[in-house]
């Protein structure tokens, strides 16, 4: 079974930046071939789309609401994805979700198609 694990959720001050990271396990030998995505859910609120990346490292696609603050990327000998938030604020406030989707497009990662789940890291940004 795989397992994702997120780390480096924090409590920020507004404007700060944040990186977070997912760690897979059991994807040792096909890790390259998932799609990785990050999600975030706030709450009283659905999860939300944040950000997506090929499994090839060859597409990124982000929520326009993140577009420019926001940096998704991978390192497959590592069996991690990234996402890098600068310039935070309060309503980036959320619990953040990595998932992993085999071998589907980032398009299909932004309406939440995805195989597995990590159980999330806190993100919480004060004023």
């Known amino acids: 079974q795989v397992q994702l694990v997120e780390s480096g959720g924090a409590l920020v001050q507004a404007g700060g930046s944040l990186r977070l990271s997912c760690a897979a396990s059991?994807?040792?030998?096909?890790?390259?071939?998932?799609?990785m995505g990050w999600f975030r859910q706030a709450p009283g609120k659905e999860r939300e789309f944040v950000a997506a990346?090929?499994?090839?490292?060859?597409?990124?696609s982000y929520a326009d609401s993140v577009k420019e603050r926001v940096t998704i990327s991978r390192d497959d000998y590592k069996n991690s994805v990234y996402l890098e938030m600068i310039n935070l604020k309060p309503e980036d406030t959320a619990v953040y979700y990595c998932?992993?989707?085999?071998?589907?497009?980032?398009?299909?990662?932004?309406?939440?198609?995805?195989?597995?789940w990590g159980q999330g890291t806190q993100v919480t940004v004060s004023s």
């Open positions: 990346i090929s499994w090839n490292g060859y597409r990124t």
């Open positions: 998932g992993a989707s085999k071998m589907r497009p980032v398009d299909e990662l932004r309406r939440g198609v995805i195989d597995y």
């Open positions: 059991e994807l040792t030998f096909s890790f390259a071939t998932y799609a």
